[in-house]
């Protein structure tokens, strides 16, 4: 843990260089007789710190975007980069984490293994593994759980593994989509309490991926807002609501303005 998010309301006016760049960047899918514009003309700025959610409907790109972003799909054109660097070079130096929709954890291995296994990859020293595996599941308040397996752990447990996972090797970067999408509302809700405690205390950048109106403006210092076919940037909405987060949060009246911009923002990509 180095820094602290110290956010009031977003900074996307901040002069301070991206941490990711998106410059006029579109995905198109190619098959014989089809062609899908999963993303056009994509542009977005994202500064140290920033919580940023991308919304839209099914297919609009949200997740083509991410891939891109963690290099798993190589853009039909436009620029990314991350730390200054191309989405290759910036997995090669593991500038990220990624929490995918559904945990994949490795159902053979311990919760403890499973935060390990990046370490393991990476060669992280022998000796500092376990603790650093430690001190994640620690963060996520599952260190009581460490030697038990996935299937023994409800769907909300099995997210914060994935969670330390990603976290272990220490990214400044987190990309996340839909992590909490199959979850029911409280745990749901539980879980954003988490990760802006994990979000605060880290410092970390966050892409989150997400359907939902409410869990996007209580998490997020921008939102993204995005429409399908072709899949565009439609907006982008800044969260000026006062942090930390609370449970009060969701009544405060900004919050259901901000949440009433993000719909018709919505509903005019839409039409
Ligand atoms: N590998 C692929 N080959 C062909 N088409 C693809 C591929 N991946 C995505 N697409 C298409 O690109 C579009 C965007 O898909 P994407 O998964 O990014 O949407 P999404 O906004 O994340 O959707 P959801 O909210 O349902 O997860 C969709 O029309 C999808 O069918």
Redesign the pocket.
């Known amino acids: 843990m180095t820094a602290q998010n110290n956010f009031t309301q977003g900074n996307s006016s901040s002069s301070s260089p991206p941490l990711v760049s998106v410059r006029d960047v579109t995905m198109i899918?190619r098959?014989q007789d089809t062609e899908?514009i999963?993303l056009q003309g994509a542009n977005l700025d994202i500064q140290p710190g920033e919580f940023i959610s991308l919304i839209?409907p099914?297919?609009?790109?949200?997740?083509?975007l991410l891939r891109i972003l963690a290099d798993l799909q190589t853009p039909t054109s436009g620029d990314i980069s991350i730390k200054g660097m191309t989405p290759t070079k910036a997995r090669e130096s593991r500038a990220y984490g990624y929490v995918f929709q559904a945990p994949a954890l490795m159902d053979w291995r311990s919760v403890l293994k499973n935060v390990m296994l990046p370490l393991e990859v990476m060669n992280f020293p022998k000796e500092n593994r376990l603790e650093k595996a430690r001190e994640m599941l620690r963060l996520v308040g599952l260190e009581k759980f460490e030697k038990n397996f996935p299937f023994q752990l409800s769907g909300g447990m099995q997210q914060r593994v994935s969670i330390a996972r990603a976290l272990a090797f220490d990214p400044p970067l987190l990309f996340m989509d839909?992590p909490f999408g199959a979850l029911d509302e409280i745990t749901r809700e539980n879980l954003n309490m988490e990760l802006l405690r994990l979000w605060r205390e880290t410092g970390k950048t966050v892409i989150f991926?997400t359907?939902s109106i409410s869990e996007a403006v209580f998490l997020s210092t921008r939102v993204v807002v995005m429409t399908a076919r072709p899949?565009k940037i439609e907006g982008i909405v800044n969260v000026d609501l006062p942090q930390p987060r609370s449970v009060e949060t969701r009544e405060h009246p900004r919050f259901f303005e901000i949440a009433t911009e993000i719909r018709e923002l919505l509903r005019k990509g839409h039409a």
């Open positions: 899918f098959t899908t999963a839209g099914s297919g609009c790109g949200k997740t083509t839909e991926v359907h899949g």
